[in-house]
């Protein structure tokens, strides 16, 4: 019976969960990565831990004892008593939950609440019986294996599900570029930019395998951009410049220009055309206009021209990209400059890859241009450069792995809990390479 | 990529006074510097292109200061680049002097008041902000040529930023340019 179900795919990132099963083609949940319990609430504090149980719940429930109930405290049953994702962040709202965030950043954080995070996202969102699929879950570069065994500790023995595949994220999003008609050979070469709410990772994968140390880290991404925008809109008095508002026109009205300059002189001409107006409706039904304008392109600007916004970090990301790989080993390096691909909520603007690509471009043909002055009369073949936009880069390792989760081989590269049992945890250090060379 | 430069850098037979170069203007206030032909009747100050023959510093200044005040470092490649620093910085003052509730006519008259004030800082005074990176001029009368011709850019600024400003016709300033008061290029006021 096992054979039929698809297998499940949940990429636990830092900002939000996403999951689904193989083979469709958008997760099923997207959720904040947020559990509110009740127990030792973060910000909630103790004393507002036990009353609102006592006011929401009518008192036949729990027999007008006190707060918590002396049975069901007894019981423990407290440990149920927790909401994730949105639900989460609702419940927080109110007294008597503090918000917990288990993963940080891309890590697991709190074994015990990411537990509880699963189970509910198991048997309460996709509400499935894991004995009857295989997992697949993702985890950041650089995890370490101790991460995994915890994890398959989870699964397998909380869970008990069929099997487990653990990929890595950058590893997953280059599988979902394949969509692209750009890409012709289906090889698991390539640089990942990887640009979430927190953090821009710049990742080259050879054949598979992260090169762990070349990653670079940037500290931009999409919450900079949206408090750009922000500062944007103070400086100009608009009538409405909340982080919502400034989120909306950041996900609405932006894009990448080529040229600031001319852009500004473009606004000048072509001003009915390129100013809007981004309608704010309140809860109340009160309704006010903001006007959009210059930020437009000036806050995905920030990617390429980090000065404007932030006085201490000032690499421009084509740049870091050129040096990522500039670092890995020689061998791959065509390869990675061939294939580098997009993945995340703050890589959706227009014109970004074809920016990044114009960019990367400029800074190796200076380079061929130094080296072949200084070699004297030699001639490159030229380098190319290619950056690969899809329709997946939303949820991009989210995609990959529902495009390798649906391959008929899939299971046999997963380990099963029989495995499980007879080897222990570790067997999840290696797992073989799903979709590399060898696999169909 | 960083902040922009002018593009009058390599400009042949600059006139130079210490370190800031006398490039001609198109302006018909009186003073020092060599006057560039007028603008023909189909090019406007917003269509102007960096190739045409008539396009001044002062254009580029005007450009280039919304993007360039964003920037806090600028490497300084050439006398042309001093002028663009130093338009750009009044433009800043303009602006500074421009109040949202104001009408064209009362801008006008807070901005023309500084524009032809003959009290301002030259390189080499002590008030200018950016003694580090100017040249004080060699002698008196060299420093009177200067003044004069600094007098001529910050009125013809002063003209063209009103129109900016005010393009719309309706009378009231234009919150786009006057978005830009709060920053400073590369942290310097005049």
């Known amino acids: 019976m096992a054979s039929h179900t698809p297998a499940v795919v949940m990429d636990n990132g830092t900002g939000y969960s996403k999951l689904g099963f193989a083979g469709n083609d958008s997760p099923s949940f997207v959720f904040p990565t947020a559990i509110a319990t009740k127990s030792a609430g973060g910000g909630a504090g103790g004393s507002g831990s036990g009353r609102p149980a006592v006011a929401n719940k009518p008192s036949f429930l729990t027999g007008g004892a006190g707060p918590g109930g002396h049975l069901s405290g007894k019981r423990g049953t407290e440990d149920l008593d927790f909401f994730i994702g949105d639900e989460a962040l609702s419940a927080a709202g109110g007294p008597g939950y503090g918000i917990h965030y288990p993963i940080r950043h891309g890590q697991i954080d709190d074994w015990d609440l990411m537990e509880r995070f699963w189970s509910n996202s198991i048997f309460k969102y996709l509400r499935v019986e894991p004995e009857d699929h295989h997992f697949l879950l993702t985890e950041p570069p650089l995890n370490p294996p101790e991460n995994r065994e915890n994890t398959a500790e989870i699964m397998f023995e909380s869970f008990n599900c069929a099997g487990l595949y653990i990929a890595v994220q950058a590893v997953l999003a280059l599988a979902a570029s394949w969509t692209s008609s750009k890409v012709q050979d289906r090889s698991l070469t390539g640089t990942v930019i990887d640009s979430g709410a927190g953090v821009t990772h710049v990742i080259p994968v050879a054949e598979g395998y992260v090169i762990g140390s070349s990653i670079k880290s940037v500290p931009i991404a999409g919450r900079d951009i949206t408090n750009f925008v922000q500062s944007l809109l103070r400086d100009r008095g608009e009538p409405d410049s909340s982080l919502q508002t400034a989120e909306r026109i950041k996900e609405e009205y932006c894009y990448v220009s080529p040229d600031i300059v001319k852009e500004f002189s473009r606004f000048d001409r072509e001003s009915d055309d390129r100013f809007k107006k981004h309608k704010v409706t309140y809860p109340n039904g009160k309704s006010v206009e903001v006007d959009v304008g210059y930020e437009r392109f000036l806050a995905p600007e920030i990617f390429f021209n980090p000065e404007i916004y932030s006085s201490d970090f000032l690499t421009p990301l084509p740049t870091i990209v050129d040096t990522v790989i500039q670092t890995s080993p020689i061998d791959v390096r065509r390869g990675l400059y061939k294939n580098i691909v997009l993945s995340g909520g703050s890589t959706l603007y227009k014109d970004f890859g074809r920016r990044l690509q114009r960019d990367i471009r400029h800074l190796v043909d200076a380079r061929i241009k130094a080296s072949e002055a200084k070699s004297g009369g030699a001639k490159s073949g030229g380098l190319d450069v290619q950056v690969i936009t899809h329709k997946r880069q939303r949820h991009g390792p989210w995609f990959g792995g529902s495009l390798l989760g649906q391959t008929p081989e899939f299971r046999s590269y997963c380990h099963t809990k029989a495995e499980y049992d007879e080897i222990g945890p570790s067997i999840v250090r290696r797992f073989a390479l799903l979709g590399g060379p060898g696999s169909t | ?190």
């Open chain 2, 1 to 190: 990529m960083p902040a922009y430069h002018s593009v009058f850098l390599e400009e042949p037979n600059q006139h130079l006074i210490g370190n800031f170069a006398l490039l001609p203007l198109r302006t018909r206030t009186r003073g020092p510097a060599l006057q560039l032909p007028a603008l023909p009747s189909d090019i406007t100050d917003l269509t102007i292109d960096a190739s045409h023959e008539s396009y001044d510093p002062l254009d580029e200044v005007i450009s280039l200061f919304r993007a360039n005040t964003f920037f806090r470092n600028f490497e300084i490649k050439g006398p042309a680049d001093r002028v663009l620093i130093y338009g750009i910085l009044f433009v800043s003052e303009v602006l500074s002097k421009i109040k949202p509730s104001m009408s064209k006519r009362e801008a006008e008259k807070s901005v023309l008041n500084i524009a032809l004030d003959t009290n301002f800082a030259i390189p080499g005074d002590a008030g200018f902000p950016l003694n580090q990176a100017f040249e004080a001029p060699a002698d008196r009368q060299q420093a009177e040529t200067l003044r004069q011709y600094i007098m001529q850019m910050r009125q013809e600024l002063a003209n063209r930023m009103l129109n900016r400003v005010y393009a719309d016709g309706t009378g009231v300033p234009s919150k786009w340019w006057l978005s830009f008061t709060k920053r400073k290029f590369m942290g310097k006021a005049l």
